[in-house]
């Protein structure tokens, strides 16, 4: 039953993420990367042992945790449809008994709604367009979004950039910024670029450090001590000084996906090394075991005992580090955008928020709430998952030889 | 076994290391022995000419052979002239200036630290050469050292010889308009700051220093070799200054010149730009910066002298008050203004932004409504900072007139006036705004307009918007360019106006740097679009050559037929930012800087202007007419508050502190008393 609504989340990843790609306008790797990661685990024969079922219902079991991951899992899978909830484009219009789906379509000129004047050449302004369309009242008419600001729109009611406190009123829920752009619509975009950044840099670290742990492990002598000392090298450069300095260097010229893509290839660069020594060490370990020494003698190709054998043994201690990986970067990101080295501007990102609203201390405190809470759920979602996953997995409760 | 190995592993490793580290050479531990300028100075001294720049242009052109060139110059006088003071001519008109008003105020307090901040430490205390053109110079050359004389900033209208002066370093001098000579008098009384005499030699040397390829500043080479025809030395206190041409500011120009300590500079040569880089070298002003004042990165001090020789003078003695001037590098903008309204820091300029002048320190704030910050607003007269988008020319698409024009018409200055500078602000007309009769009377900046720019977006090829509404060409090439500034506390204007740019199909990408590393790009052409503003100080005519003229774009701008060359190369380090090479526009500028007819010169100016306006490579900004700044109620100001041609508080070093004051406020806040307000708006130099 719960194997069930797995799979039905698994499948609406598996549709967002090919949605995403039939957007250019959203990132187009992680949207490909998203649905093919759900839609293998999906159609994979899910033959799970007894031990991996047991650990999952003791997941499932460790309510808040369990509850956190749906949670977080439907905030992710809805952000992705955030154009539907916080855009500048209106949902549907009604123009001359046609409708009108602007939210993904491309950008529409203020001509085909019959604007004339400055407006007929210029993208359309839906607001503008909803107010237009009730002063003519002739059955035309706009649907808009709950929050009907895109994240980069300047909006001034009383034709000054400044911060406007919360308002039902004008429908900005949380307020706006220092430049008057709505605070909710840019903390959702805000977290669906975080929290993908987050995922696209979970996997890539994983990949590489249980690549590299396992080989180091698995061959041990000279290869490990030479892969050690690498390693032990490496992560003594400091890590925010080289994504300060390589920024730097890269070209403006970049679109804000790719700046985003070498962003995320930088952290992932100095992040891998971490993984690599537990996943040494469980692969010496399980390396030393008699159904390894077993499948040698048989014959198995170092392939097969590496990822048949070795592999799915060691691979369980992994699995309770990776909720803290995430949230570890989320903060990073956060942290580089307080800092200004982050996501190019105007991209919508927590950390900026952040930064604008510790300026803004005095005279506009909703900046620095939103963000601070907005952030401080983002995390405790995460933490209550990875302290349920981790003790779920809990080795001394479970064990396993094959 | 195992422990065995990976030690011996790691003194491998080790090893090579140490290897590696040693190859990086010694170097930063101290320069080698220093260079003997005696014998350059001599050299230069008794063979240097100041050869007209037609004279090369006719070499070039193949007018005059090399023989002929050679003749010619072996005619002309040396620039280094020797004579008695017998040789001084009797019938010149000497004046001294002490006729005008004098400024600052008498009641001025002499004492005290004032404690300022600075977003970024200084990169060297060099006043020429790489670096030095930063945001601390003022504070070591230009705000507190003394020309000869110096224009006097209220009297500002143009007599039969120019600006009107006031004595600095000179006692008096003579203008000789025919013979375009300005001779001088030095104060005997002139003293360096270590003690030594100001003296003609001083001034020779200025011209030899300020020639030397050692200081690496192009700029300058040019300006002292060009512009001055030679120095005549009649005895140690008494010098003539020859200018190259007949300009109406012929005088200022003259009078303007800062000499340069030659006993300090015998160490010059080519490691120049290292041995001096944080050496403070001898000023003639009242404040030193003391070795043991300099915390790299961190603070950084000014120190006045107690015996100053010009403490008591008329027009300097009630300025130069604070004993002490402390800046602490403060980066963070906020953090500067939270150090401000805690009263660590003595007076803020950020209250010049909108933002903090309504919003973070409105009038009703408690400390302003409670007389303890005062805020003010002057209105001075000065020619206006060039805040606009330069459009750098060299780079592709931004080559072509209609994508320039349109940008024009696509950038929004007019909403971030009015709604992020509340109005504030008046539109940037032209490159020359406030310079009186020499700004354009009725050219105006190209208005916002999306249909005029979608029109001249379509002349270039871009007619179809892609799906984000950013204009593409036939060959797939979106619309998109780089805005580079080093502003970053103009990021929010910039997010505007990308957002306004894009309802006409461009996209602008935003490159915001921190000032130094912005600048550096701009400089080295790297750039597409930059935002930024080249600082003016009160001239009399606007400058050209620098900016426009094709000599600071390409190394090589022309074919002989005057075609752009193909193979040009752009030239770095110039502040032709827009890579401009027009030869029409070449030519004017050649004659507007040789011209000596004040009318002349503006036909030229106003005929450059329209052809600058007609190719778009600079999309005009905002002028703002004032200034305003928020100060402690114990830092005074005279009465008016200000000189006509301050451009900030700040500049003419007028106020001062009041301890008496600070210690009544410190006593009122504790008590939660109230004091009364000052005043804020001084409009006595508003224009109409």
Not at chain 2, 443 to 464: C, H, I, M, Q, S
Not at chain 2, 473 to 492: A, I, K, M, P, Q
Request: charged share 25%; glycine share 8%.
């Amino acid at each position: 039953m719960p194997l069930r609504l797995t799979k039905i989340l698994l499948l609406c990843l598996a549709l967002a993420g090919l949605f995403c790609m039939a957007r250019v306008n959203f990132n187009l790797g992680s949207g490909l990367l998203l649905s093919a990661a759900a839609l293998a685990l999906y159609i994979l024969p899910w033959k799970l042992d007894p031990l991996t079922e047991r650990k999952l219902k003791r997941f499932r079991d460790i309510k808040r945790g369990y509850y956190s991951f749906i949670f977080l899992v439907a905030l992710a899978i809805l952000s992705l449809f955030a154009e539907l909830f916080a855009n500048g484009r209106a949902l549907v219009v009604k123009y001359d008994g046609d409708y009108f789906f602007p939210t993904y379509s491309s950008t529409q000129l203020g001509h085909t709604f019959g604007l004339t004047g400055r407006d007929a050449n210029s993208p359309v302004n839906y607001r503008n367009l909803r107010e237009h369309f009730r002063e003519q009242d002739n059955g035309n008419w706009v649907i808009m979004p709950i929050i009907p600001y895109s994240p980069n729109e300047n909006i001034t009611y009383d034709g000054i950039l400044r911060p406007q406190p919360p308002s039902w009123e004008h429908q900005h829920y949380l307020g706006t910024d220092s430049t008057s752009r709505d605070i909710l619509s840019r903390l959702i975009y805000g977290f669906r670029i975080a929290i993908y950044f987050s995922l696209a840099f979970m996997l890539m670290v994983y990949l590489i450090g249980i690549a590299v742990g396992c080989l180091m492990g698995y061959f041990g002598g000279w290869f490990d001590l030479l892969v050690q000392r690498m390693i032990e090298i490496w992560s003594l450069v400091p890590f925010i000084y080289i994504v300060i300095i390589i920024f730097s260097v890269v070209p403006t010229g970049f679109s804000v996906g790719t700046r985003i893509g070498i962003l995320l290839l930088i952290m992932v660069l100095f992040s891998w090394t971490g993984m690599t020594y537990y996943m040494r060490t469980a692969t010496y370990k399980e390396k030393a075991r008699d159904y390894t020494a077993a499948a040698q003698v048989i014959g198995a190709s170092t392939a097969r005992i590496i990822f048949h054998h070795i592999l799915p043994n060691a691979v369980s201690t992994l699995v309770t580090f990776m909720p803290f990986t995430l949230a570890a970067a989320v903060t990073s990101i956060t942290a580089l955008d307080f800092l200004g080295f982050g996501l190019p501007p105007p991209t919508p990102s927590i950390g900026e928020i952040l930064k604008q609203g510790t300026a803004r201390l005095d005279g506009a405190p909703w900046i620095v709430t939103s963000a601070f809470f907005a952030l401080v759920f983002i995390l405790t979602l995460v933490t209550f998952v990875g302290e349920a996953v981790r003790e779920a997995f809990d080795p001394r409760k479970f064990t396993l030889y094959r | 076994m195992i422990m065995r190995i990976p030690s011996k592993f790691s003194l491998t490793i080790l090893l090579a290391s140490v290897l590696l580290l040693s190859g990086c050479g010694d170097r930063g531990d101290g320069l080698g022995e220093a260079h003997d300028i005696g014998p350059e100075i001599e050299e230069h001294y008794a063979t240097f000419k100041h050869i007209p720049p037609e004279w090369n242009e006719r070499l070039a052109s193949g007018e005059w052979s090399q023989e002929e060139f050679d003749e010619q110059v072996e005619h002309l006088p040396n620039f280094f002239r020797f004579a008695s003071i017998e040789d001084l001519p009797s019938d010149l008109e000497w004046e001294d200036g002490m006729d005008l008003p004098e400024f600052g105020s008498p009641d001025a307090i002499k004492g005290g630290t004032s404690y300022g901040a600075l977003q970024d430490f200084p990169r060297t205390l060099r006043h020429v050469g790489p670096d030095s053109n930063g945001s601390f110079r003022p504070m070591l050359l230009d705000d507190v050292t003394l020309g000869i004389a110096e224009r006097h900033p209220n009297e500002t209208d143009i007599g039969p010889k120019g600006f009107h002066h006031y004595p600095g370093l000179g006692k008096e001098w003579a203008i000789d308009l025919d013979s375009q000579t300005v001779y001088v008098r030095l104060n005997p009384e002139a003293r360096w700051s270590d003690g030594e005499p100001v003296t003609a030699d001083d001034f020779m040397f200025m011209f030899f220093f300020f020639h030397s390829p050692y200081i690496q500043a192009p700029w300058y080479n040019n300006q002292y070799a060009e512009n001055f025809t030679g120095i005549t030395r009649f005895d140690e206190h008494t010098i003539a200054i020859h200018v190259a041409r007949a300009k109406p500011d012929l005088a200022t120009r003259a009078l303007g010149l800062r000499p340069i300590s030659k006993h300090f500079f015998d160490e010059l040569g080519p490691d120049f730009v290292q041995r001096y880089q944080w050496r403070f070298q001898p000023t003639t002003g009242p404040y030193v910066v003391r070795e043991e004042d300099i915390r790299r990165g961190r603070s950084i001090a000014l120190t006045r002298l107690e015996d100053w020789w010009a403490k008591d003078l008329k027009f300097w003695r009630y300025r130069f008050n604070y004993d002490r001037i402390q800046f602490n590098v403060i980066r963070d903008t906020s953090n500067m203004y939270e150090s401000f309204r805690r009263g660590d820091l003595d007076k803020s300029g950020l209250v010049n932004l909108p933002e903090y002048w309504y919003d973070r320190l409105p009038d009703d704030h408690d400390l302003v409504r409670n007389g303890y910050i005062q805020k003010v607003q002057f209105y001075n007269e000065i020619p206006r900072p060039t805040y606009g988008l330069w459009i750098n020319q060299a780079q592709p698409l931004l080559n072509n007139r209609d994508i320039r024009i349109g940008l024009h018409y696509a950038t929004n200055f007019e909403r971030v006036i009015a709604e992020y500078f509340r109005g504030d602000y008046e539109r940037m007309r032209t490159t020359s705004d406030g310079y009186g009769d020499f700004s354009h009377p009725t050219l105006t900046a190209r208005p916002f307009d999306v249909d005029k720019a979608l029109e001249y977006f379509a002349k270039a090829g871009f007619e179809r918007r892609g799906s984000d509404g950013i204009l593409v060409n036939e060959s797939g090439r979106r619309l998109s360019f780089t805005v580079t500034t080093g502003y970053r506390h103009f990021e929010d204007l910039l997010v505007i106006l990308r957002e306004e740019a894009a309802r006409a199909g461009v996209d602008f990408r935003l490159d915001i740097l921190d000032g130094t590393s912005g600048w550096k790009k701009i400089q080295e052409k790297n750039h597409e679009i930059a935002f930024t503003a080249f600082g003016t100080f009160p001239e009399m005519y606007p400058r050209y050559w620098e900016t426009f003229h094709g000599v600071n774009a390409y190394d090589d701008p022309y074919l002989p037929d005057g075609s752009p060359n193909p193979d040009r190369e752009v030239m770095v380090q110039t502040n032709n930012l827009v890579s401009m090479a027009n030869p029409e526009l070449d030519r004017m500028i050649d004659r507007y800087r040789r011209s000596d007819d004040v009318e002349e010169m503006r036909e030229l100016a106003f005929a450059m202007e329209e052809l600058i306006h007609e190719e778009g490579p600079f999309i005009p900004g905002w002028v703002q007419p004032f200034y305003r700044m928020a100060h402690w109620r114990w830092i005074r100001y005279p009465h008016d508050f200000n000189v006509k041609i301050s451009s900030g508080a700040g500049q003419y070093f007028l106020d001062w502190l009041d301890p008496d004051i600070k210690a009544e406020v410190e006593q009122a806040r504790r008590e939660g008393r109230a004091l009364e307000p000052g005043r804020v708006i001084y409009d006595q130099f508003r224009g109409d």
